[in-house]
DNA sequence: CTGAAAGCGCTTACAG
DNA sequence: CTGAAAGCGCTTACAG
């Protein structure tokens, strides 16, 4: 590793060619000869050439505030997919790592070595976001937190109308004490979900009740603890909606301590259908995003942005459907 | 989009400076006053000048055979936390997307865009394997489905002490019919953590009884198949200890099924520690593997390599250890 | 703190 | 199919 970086001119030498011989077989043009090629491929091989300088970069960065569970996960392998298809590479960041992703991440920008950026969740610190735009990097917001400035196309979920086929679900079955453990109140989707909740009781003709609403934080702890003071509850509900699936699963432990069987003395559903959904005993009844495609359509915008194209749909709200499982049933 | 690409010579006749400037600034050097930094930078943003050349790529590639689940993200994360600290940014590839990730990751290997790569699990092919050691470019295994050449630095988890230490636990309990359902035989670390049941057994001085070994595929539905077969027969074991967190989830589905109650009636022990395993109902005990450092070690191995410094230890054996939870019990 | 000059590694016409 | 020459975008001494 003491050696010198291996150049163009060396293996040319050593091939007995010349640099634009070498620069044709490296970049794979036609226009030499099948010996020459395989030759100059061995050197390039032997000596462990690497370009110094990369012209295209070929690579976008995702940008996620912390990577906690399978959220993320379908996220990146619907990006991953789309962006492979394009002969694209992705960088996944991370904000809160500890390492200075911001600064990376702006330095990579400004050495040209990526084309653009899906900023996932509430991923975009303000100071980033200005950075961003001051730099014309093509940026695309993927289920933002907040609403997101109305230059930046958004990829979102429709989380109203999930919230809302949740709890129709619930109340078709006969259910009319039905609770929810809502999200962090500061997140937009959490907000939604909330509101398509209410909107299905409305509709139902179910008087909203916001004693039945309990907050968590989208993990599973705060689900326990609210499952719990839910469940210990006199009029206790006979279906709890949670916001997500983690959630869900925090129901079902604190429906487990309190020895109330699922479905048969209560009724549960997530929101999300991560790969745990089907995992759970008994299966869980959730509210399907697709997150994979979500990803992918979001790698799709960014790059048709980097390619220069206009957008088309500067929002997009994809569409979630509920998925039955065993995990929901007619009040006892 | 149809504007020429903004250069260095076009920044600097803008601002009045000459091109060294105009780098200096971009380089984040000093010896330039900070009047005209800021007129630079400003002008920088305005044009959105991107660099044409990348010099140092400072990224490394991270290539999967696929993202299914937990197992993948845990290692993630570890990578991206000690690459993101040493300054590094990851590009995670998956190989069996559909894309030609290994084309992609060669061709940027060529052009020098990434300094080095985590190869994980089964993830590396033959043919990527070759191509990799013929361009000179460090590599390092991460937990892999078969023994690595020696060359090749290794990232391992304790898998035989993790069978073992998981076993040994049930037979502490007093169980003494316990089933395993063991991973795909053509794995290492299957066939690893079965060996290690088997000395816990013999230690145990309990009979092996290859009729209580079920294969799975590390997958929901086989362990769920598994574990009913098991749970049907006349001497049901009063234990099964499944080679994965998703297989015990299995077994979880097929007790639940049989109206099994875990742990009264039967008692299960998982492998890996995902944060699944503490969200399930009970939550699992488990064999934690140190995904997330075992990650981490690697990044770590694989960025001193880029560095060109020597490698102590060619191959690591990360510890496992017993994480117990509230699904084993003695034998009722 | 700044720029003119030389240089680097590579690519692009062009000529043969 | 190949190379001499010019050129590109950038960086690195060096001089002031």
Redesign the pocket.
């Known amino acids: 590793m003491t050696s010198?970086?291996?150049?163009?001119?060396a293996?040319?030498q050593a091939a007995?060619?010349?640099?634009?011989?070498?620069?044709?077989v490296?970049?794979g043009?036609?226009?030499?000869?099948?010996?020459?090629?395989e030759r100059v491929e061995g050197l390039l091989r032997e000596r462990g050439?690497?370009?110094?300088?990369a012209?295209h970069s070929a690579l976008i960065d995702v940008v996620f505030p912390e990577i906690t569970c399978a959220w993320e996960t379908e996220h990146i392998r619907g990006i991953e997919a789309a962006a492979s298809a394009a002969g694209v590479g992705i960088v996944v960041n991370t904000l809160w790592g500890g390492g200075d992703a911001t600064g990376q991440l702006l330095r990579r920008l400004r050495g040209?070595r990526t084309d653009g950026v899906i900023l996932a969740a509430q991923s975009g610190t303000d100071a980033m976001r200005t950075a961003l735009s001051s730099l014309n990097v093509p940026v695309v917001a993927l289920d933002p937190a907040s609403p997101v400035s109305a230059e930046i196309p958004t990829v979102d979920a429709a989380n109203w109308a999930g919230g809302r086929s949740a709890t129709r679900h619930l109340l078709g079955l006969g259910h009319r004490r039905i609770a929810m453990i809502a999200g962090a109140p500061n997140l937009r989707c959490s907000r939604t979900r909330l509101d398509g909740y209410r909107a299905a009781l409305d509709e139902g003709g179910v008087a909203y009740r916001p004693d039945l609403v309990e907050h968590g934080n989208f993990d599973f702890g705060s689900a326990l603890a609210a499952g719990l003071r839910l469940l210990d509850r006199a009029d206790r509900p006979t279906a709890i909606f949670a916001s997500c699936d983690r959630m869900a699963l925090g129901v079902y432990e604190a429906a487990r301590r309190r020895r109330i069987p699922i479905p048969e003395r209560l009724s549960v559903v997530g929101f999300d259908d991560l790969p745990g959904a089907s995992w759970a005993s008994p299966p869980l009844t959730t509210v399907r995003q697709p997150l994979r495609d979500m990803g992918g359509y979001a790698a799709g915008a960014l790059l048709s942005l980097v390619r220069g194209e206009p957008l088309t749909t500067p929002y997009v709200e994809m569409t979630t459907s509920l998925v039955i499982r065993e995990s929901t049933a007619p009040p006892h």
Do not use: C, F, K
């Open positions: 010198e970086r291996v150049t163009m001119v293996i040319a007995g060619v010349s640099v634009p011989t070498v620069s044709r490296l970049n043009r036609d226009g030499v000869s099948p010996r020459t090629r050439y690497r370009a110094r300088h012209q040209g």
